[in-house]
């Protein structure tokens, strides 16, 4: 039997587009599913002012022409940011947060931040102005396990941070350890209207471990950052996005590479989900009972940390009888761009009728 699921349409809070012919190719995949989207700044060079921004933004209107689709911008930190700048942001109803990448954290981070002390002024303007950090969670340190950054940064950098900078709004973005999940969940500020610290959960974090990466051959194209961790992580990552809690939200955190720079002796980080994303994270919900859940983690919880409405128009959802085909790779620029295989029987599919 055929069952659907009808949900409010879903946003993705964390989406990496790119520009020129990997914009075009990948932004209508986005566009057909989320009714909104927020966008990451690290481009080369990287959108670190309101005008940048944009203009970026323009690109991705014309990218997405026709289709029902709003696109959300970030503006990237840096020790240079000019309080005008953050100012700006925070008046630009267009702009949704500032993100921080540890200088060489990820992919495009070089302009990132060294010292947090040096950017101190700017996030003192953005917790006045009520303009969420947006933060890639993981020290740099080259001493620090890969496995043990995320945990690091929440010790070391996050939440000395959140008290001395109490009011400041925070989203740890891509979020991959139970760790991450306890210090969310241990938050609350309960004297205050608004949440203070929210964290997006990315698709292939609830259903990849590193054994994916790692057993029985290496597969880059489950290399992430922040890296998949072990199952148990895993594990306290699906209850968070089962939960229902409102702190926890849905960002694909989809970033394109060409198989090219994946498929190298130094691989890049960033796995292409987009067109997937809500096929494999129904199956996720499906396989624990709670499909029920999928709306709030994927259509509300992100809006209301955004102080943004509920999307009007909705997204269909089928369960197939029989596992859908693996989708081939598509093409950006005449290179080709592998997409998200879970390795696992999907069975539910977006309904081409409310693409
Ligand atoms: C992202 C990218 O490729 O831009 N890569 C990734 O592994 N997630 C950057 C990021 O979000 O870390
Ligand atoms: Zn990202």
Redesign the pocket.
Same mark, same amino acid.
């Given at each position: 039997m055929t069952t659907t699921l009808t949900i409010r349409r879903p946003d993705d809070w964390?989406l990496?587009l790119r520009d020129g012919a990997m914009l075009a190719a990948v932004a209508p995949d986005t566009a057909r599913h989320f009714g909104r989207a927020m966008i990451?700044p690290?481009l080369v060079p990287p959108v670190t002012d309101v005008a940048a921004a944009s203009a970026y933004r323009q690109r991705i209107l014309a990218a997405t022409k026709g289709m029902d689709f709003m696109p959300y911008m970030t503006i990237y930190l840096t020790e240079d940011t000019q309080i005008e700048t953050i100012k700006a942001a925070a008046a630009d109803a267009m702009i949704l947060a500032v993100k921080l990448?540890p200088a060489g954290?990820?992919?495009?981070?070089a302009s990132g931040v060294r010292d947090i002390n040096k950017v101190m002024p700017q996030l003192e303007a953005m917790a006045e102005a009520g303009l969420p950090l947006a933060v $890639?969670g993981e020290v740099t340190d080259a001493d620090v396990d890969i496995f043990d950054r995320e945990k690091q940064f929440i010790d070391k950098v996050l939440d000395p941070l959140r008290r001395r900078l109490p009011q400041l709004r925070i989203v740890m973005?891509?979020i991959t350890t139970s760790d991450a999940v306890d210090y969310v969940r241990a938050s609350r500020d309960q004297s205050s209207e608004e949440l203070t610290l929210g964290a997006t959960i990315?698709v292939h974090h609830l259903m990849i471990t590193r054994n994916h990466i790692l057993a029985g051959g290496i597969r880059p194209h489950y290399?992430?950052?922040?890296v998949a961790k072990r199952n148990t992580h895993r594990d306290a990552l699906i209850a968070a996005a089962l939960s229902g809690d409102s702190r926890f939200f849905m960002g694909t955190?989809s970033?394109? $590479?060409p198989d090219s720079g994946k498929l190298s002796p130094c691989g890049?980080?960033?796995?292409y989900t987009a067109p997937v994303a809500m096929g494999c994270l129904a199956q996720v919900f499906d396989d624990a009972n709670s499909i029920d859940a999928l709306e709030r983690f994927v259509s509300i919880n992100g809006a209301g940390f955004y102080n943004l409405p509920i999307n009007s128009s909705t997204l269909t959802l089928i369960r197939h009888n029989a596992p859908i085909d693996i989708m081939p790779p598509i093409h950006a620029g005449g290179e080709a761009v592998t997409v998200f295989d879970p390795m696992r029987s999907i069975y539910w599919s977006v309904a081409p009728d409310t693409e």
């Open positions: 964390h990496h990451m690290n990448y954290a990820t992919t495009n981070s $890639h973005e891509h990315t290399y992430c950052l922040p955190d970033a394109p $590479h890049c980080a960033g796995i």
